[in-house]
């Protein structure tokens, strides 16, 4: 969420980005609220620029067009993300098509783009930070669709996207072809394993552990003595800076009609352990309901489990039972993780919080 203290008005001169740099730690990024900012100072772009290149970690929001030529013009926005103000959302040229638990998707009448609009437990600061990361992660040499612009009516925020023509997701390929089930499997597993093996640029991108950390300390459904057992497993996993999806399955993979593979929704995009990544991918093909499975993958139940025995094959070469069961219990507590981390962010669905619970402080 953006701070009072980082809402500067005016014209920014290097007295104010000297404040603003002052207020930040490198322990946590940080969004710039410029919606009342002038213009700026190239002393103040300096300013900026070097807090970023000293490890700060920031991000601009609802800059003007005059702010956001400045920062492109110099290159400092090269350097450090700005997104203008969003623009009015009129969503008369879309045509709805899709939803998930956080927003409906639209492809624009021209064909030309696909558009997200979100829910009310999406703040306007997580959609500028899922813009962000995409085009990060589009800088960084990651296969994904082009981002485009933010809207908003007062209500609602929207991100728009390039539209893939023709694509599909690859939890939509096995629901229309079924016999590619395990095809479609292995192919998204070794997606997964190269992205979890590919070193992440971590002044960029944000630290997993430490957002887990912080919905743990968050979560009004834990004791303090709860919050603490959880926090020693948290403490305890393997330092790790590889690339992490963060919403790690198969309906975030689309597959263009030339057979190229790209990763979207990338809003929680970062680094850490791989299996803080792959506790995403358990929860949703073991641990959710037939309605929310035919929902969000057009699948059942039984698919699902088919398709998380050929990724574990594939990810972690588990073959046997006993292999495949020793890969689920390593997988179970980052579950159990998880499931409180998406309870304190978007809210906790009957039962996920007990789950997390039983695992995590089981005998």
Known sequence: MTDPSFRPAGILDAKAADRLVAAMTESRPYVLDFSEVESIRFAALRRLLNARRAGRRFGIVNASDAVVERFTDSGVGGFIDVSRKPKPL????????????????????????????????VSPEMVAQEKAVARAVLRFGLPTPLVGTIYSDGDRTALDFERIAGKRSFSRIIAEEPQRLEEISRRFARMCRQLHATPCDTALFNDRALAHRQAVLRCEGLSEAEKEAVLRFVDAIPAATTCLHGDLQMSNVIMTPEGEDLWIDLGDFGYGHPL??????YFLTRLIQEEQARQLFHLGLSDLRQIWDFFAEEYAGACSPAEKESFVQQVLPYAALHMIYLGVTYGFQPGMLDFAKSVLFRP
């Open 90 to 121: 009129d969503a008369s040229r879309y045509e709805e098509f899709g939803a998930s638990f956080l927003s409906k998707s639209y492809n624009s009448t021209d064909g030309d783009a696909m558009m997200k609009i979100y829910g009310p437990n």
């Open 276 to 281: 803080l990544d792959v506790a995403m991918w």
